[in-house]
T-cell receptor, first 113, second 111 residues
Framework: NAGVTQTPKFRVLKTGQSMTLLCAQDMNHEYMYWYRQDPGMGLRLIHYSVGEGTTAKGEVPDGYNVSRLKKQNFLLGLESAAPSQTSVYFC????????????FGPGTRLTVL | GQNIDQPTEMTATEGAIVQINCTYQTSGFNGLFWYQQHAGEAPTFLSYNVLDGLEEKGRFSSFLSRSKGYSYLLLKELQMKDSASYLCADTHRAGSYQLTFGKGTKLSVIP
């Protein structure tokens, strides 16, 4: 099993550009999450999904959109990137009621100029 | 949101024992996680406590007191590779069991 994978690993954008970050998991997990991690701020939840076709807002959802069209994939979109969105983005997944541990992907380092 | 408090940085000597504390809000509390994160890497799961008491896993142990809103991670026989950030995170029933993370404790192990 590959676990949780994220594409791309690194990206540099200019202000106003758009992009999509892809998260994929091969563990048949129900729940998937997108976090951002900034120095001194810890991990903060952007959006999450409790199953295919569902999404919900987390702590810091503004400026981001998500989609979960397939159970194994969770996409994070930035429609118009801003320098404040420079961060490391982590995706995570966990089983439904059978487990609590979240499994994290390797992260995407995004810089917005 | 819920407040998670843990020290920002700690330093300890190789071979020693270190305790990293974490406090959280008790209202609606469900469980408490500890994750380890090496610089530039993803967080990895260490422990999950839902009942009061100490749980031991090799050199690492985690303690929970639900009534006090308090947990600690105990690392014994410290090794240089234990230098990392340690993240405390809690789940609350009202939050669909989402994790709320503290800002992390950066542990430096010195010779």
């Amino acid at each position: 099993n590959a676990g949780v994978t994220q594409t791309p690993k690194f990206r540099v954008l200019k202000t106003g550009q758009s992009m999509t970050l892809l998260c994929a998991q091969d563990m048949n997990h129900e729940y998937m999450y997108w976090y951002r991690q900034d120095p001194g701020m810890g991990l903060r939840l952007i959006h999450y999904s409790v199953g295919e076709g569902t999404t919900a807002k987390g702590e810091v959802p503004d400026g981001y959109n998500v989609s979960r069209l397939k159970k194994q994939n969770f996409l994070l979109g930035l429609e118009s990137a801003a320098p404040s969105q420079t961060s490391v983005y982590f995706c995570a997944s966990r089983p439904g009621t059978s487990g609590n541990e979240q499994f994290f992907g390797p992260g995407t380092r995004l810089t917005v100029l | 949101g819920q407040n998670i408090d843990q020290p920002t940085e700690m330093t300890a000597t190789e071979g020693a024992i270190v305790q990293i504390n974490c406090t959280y809000q008790t209202s609606g509390f469900n469980g408490l996680f500890w994750y380890q994160q090496h610089a530039g890497e993803a967080p990895t799961f260490l422990s999950y406590n839902v009942l009061d008491g100490l749980e031991e896993k090799g050199r690492f142990s985690s303690f929970l007191s639900r009534s006090k809103g308090y947990s600690y991670l105990l690392l014994k026989e410290l090794q240089m590779k234990d230098s990392a950030s340690y993240l405390c995170a809690d789940t609350h029933r009202a939050g669909s069991y989402q994790l709320t993370f503290g800002k992390g404790t950066k542990l430096s192990v010195i010779p």
